[in-house]
């Protein structure tokens, strides 16, 4: 199983980008998918997650309100579009999924058992 990660970039505060990741190979049959991320010195935390069918999703208090997950399960795609972005943002943004197949939306990393390699998001003030 691959992900792989796009959208990346810097961007002053108050702008936006829209990271997306594409998965690829022998995935489970039923899967959330969710984004973490890692900024340097600190502990990687969840950013938002998405059920298999589209009708769940969740998201860090940091975040509620101004990010945006979406799947596009026929091209094995999650996006994640971040306006109003915060110095406080910039990080590494992973996507990951379980190697099982998952009904729920895991909020740990360790729900989750496939990552792709991360994509850098710096904010500027």
């Known amino acids: 199983v691959q992900l792989v990660e796009s959208g990346g970039g810097s961007v002053q505060a108050g702008g936006s980008l829209r990271l997306s990741c594409e998965v690829s190979g022998r995935t489970p049959t039923i899967y959330p998918m969710g984004w973490f991320r890692q900024a340097p010195g600190k502990v990687r935390e969840f950013v938002a997650a998405i059920t298999w069918s589209g009708d769940n999703t969740r998201y860090a208090d940091s975040v509620k309100g101004r990010f945006t997950i979406s799947r596009d399960n026929a091209k094995n795609t999650v996006s994640l579009q971040m306006n109003t972005l915060k110095p406080e943002d910039t990080a590494v943004y992973s996507c990951?999924?379980?190697?099982?197949?998952?009904?729920?939306?895991?909020?740990?990393?360790?729900?989750?058992?496939?990552w792709g390699q991360g994509t850098q998001v710096t904010v500027s003030s």
């Open positions: 990951a999924i379980p190697r099982t197949n998952t009904y729920t939306v895991p909020l740990a990393a360790s729900g989750y058992g496939y």
